[in-house]
């Protein structure tokens, strides 16, 4: 067993109980070849929760200070964990995603860049609209719904893979398929509040 799923278990035999994890629509996800996982953000919890219940292992981005305390330095690159420095561009985050999605991984993104202070959606970022755009990945929207309260049950709903092909067809603009990606996590929201 690699680090990777000794830790899954772990972390879920310790969240899932705690905050009654209902997951729902986990038949949506696909079974093989690379998936852009894109999902609301509402806690430092988000990662690892997205992790346990999704069914393949999952490359993050993660905020580089993160890489500089030393327990997570060492913990994270395991967990595939990949450095991104936050408020501009980052092109070694860019090709080390685009990377991730050619070879057939999952990588799980939260668009809006931060936790939302009052769990509504905030507008993505452009970055999830470039590997959308630039990779034949197929692209699942997934929304995490509840409070993150001990025997409060929290939701983690996984949408069907949304369409890309026309936007790519037309090079539309990362911007515009960001918003795409974002309304079909809203309509996720909408949906199971």
Do not use: W
């Not at 929760?49 to 580089?64: C, H, L, N, Q, S």
């Not at 070879?103 to 970055?127: A, N």
């Not at 949408?159 to 090079?171: C, H, N, Q, T, V």
């Amino acid at each position: 067993m690699d680090f990777y799923s000794f830790a899954k278990g772990v972390v879920s035999s310790v969240l899932k109980p705690l905050y009654r994890v209902e997951v729902i629509g986990i038949e949506h996800f696909p079974k093989e070849g690379g998936v852009l996982l894109c999902s609301n953000h509402i806690s430092n919890l988000d990662p690892p929760i997205v992790g346990i219940t999704a069914p393949r292992p999952i490359y993050f981005m993660a905020k580089e200070e993160l890489f500089r305390v030393p327990v997570l330095k060492k913990l994270l690159p395991p967990l595939h964990a990949f450095p991104v420095k936050r408020g501009m561009s980052d092109r070694q985050a860019l090709r080390t995603g685009l990377e991730v999605l050619k070879q057939g991984h999952v990588l799980g993104i939260f668009p809006e860049g931060t936790r939302s202070k009052d769990g509504k959606l905030k507008k993505g970022l452009s970055g999830v609209g470039f590997f959308a755009l630039r990779t034949d990945a197929q692209v699942v929207p997934c929304a995490i719904i509840g409070p993150y309260r001990p025997l409060k049950k929290l939701k983690v709903v996984y949408g069907a893979p949304i369409a890309i092909d026309s936007l790519r067809e037309r090079k539309a603009s990362p911007e515009e398929a960001t918003e795409y990606i974002m309304s079909h996590i809203q309509a996720l929201l909408d949906a199971y509040q």
